[in-house]
C-alpha cells in the first residue's frame, strides 16, 4: 500500500477526517507532510481536541521518535490506535508490558505489525510500508480504529451524528 492509497481508503471511511499537515493547514513545520486521520461526521471537532485514530509519519522526530529510521528513502509508518484488547491480539502482549519487549523489537522492520516506538503502552500500533503481508490487515485495522474512534466520540457527545 502507498501512502495516498492508505489516505484514499480512509477518507472513504464513514465519519473520517483524513488531514495532510502543511503551512496551508496551519499545522506545525515539523509536522507538514505527515497525515492525520481522524472521526468527526459532524465536521465541529475543536482543534485543541483533534485526536487521530491513525497517522501516517514520514519522518523521524529528533529527539522524540527515530527508533523507525523513518528517514530512509520511501520509508513512511502507519500508526493505529488498535486499544489494549487488540492489542495484545496482534502483539502478544499488553501494552502495560511493553516497556519489558521493547528491546527485543526492531522498530525499522517493514510489512509487519509492531508496536508503535513511542505510544504502544496507549495501545498504538505501527506498520512500516504496509505492503504483500499486511495490507489488508492494515486496511482492517484502519476500520477498526475508526469504529473504536466513533464509539468513543458517541458516548462523549449525544445527538445525531
Known amino acids: 500500500m502507498t501512502q495516498d492509497e492508505i489516505i484514499q481508503f ?7 477526517v483524513v488531514v495532510t499537515a502543511s503551512e496551508e493547514t496551519g499545522a506545525p513545520e515539523p509536522a ?3 497525515t492525520f486521520i481522524s472521526y ?3 465536521g ?6 483533534f485526536l487521530p485514530f491513525a497517522t501516517i509519519v514520514t519522518k523521524d522526530y529528533d529527539g522524540f521518535d527515530t527508533a523507525s ?3 530512509r528513502p520511501g520509508v513512511f509508518r502507519l ?3 488498535v486499544g489494549r484488547r487488540r492489542f495484545e491480539e496482534l502483539i502478544g502482549h499488553s501494552p502495560a508490558a511493553h516497556a ?10 517493514t510489512d509487519r505489525v509492531l508496536p508503535h516506538p513511542v505510544y504502544a503502552a496507549q495501545g498504538w500500533v505501527c506498520v512500516l510500508n504496509p505492503g504483500e503481508a499486511t495490507s489488508s490487515l492494515a486496511r482492517t485495522l484502519l476500520e477498526e480504529a475508526r469504529a473504536r474512534a466513533a464509539r468513543r466520540l458517541d458516548r462523549a457527545r449525544p445527538g445525531p451524528a
Open 10 to 16: 480512509a477518507a472513504g471511511l464513514p465519519g473520517t
Open 32 to 34: 507538514w507532510g505527515d
Open 40 to 42: 468527526d461526521p459532524r
Open 44 to 49: 465541529d471537532a475543536p482543534a485543541d481536541r
Open 69 to 71: 529510521d523513518l528517514d
Open 79 to 81: 500508526n493505529l490506535a
Open 100 to 109: 519489558d519487549h521493547r528491546a527485543g523489537i526492531d522498530f525499522t522492520v
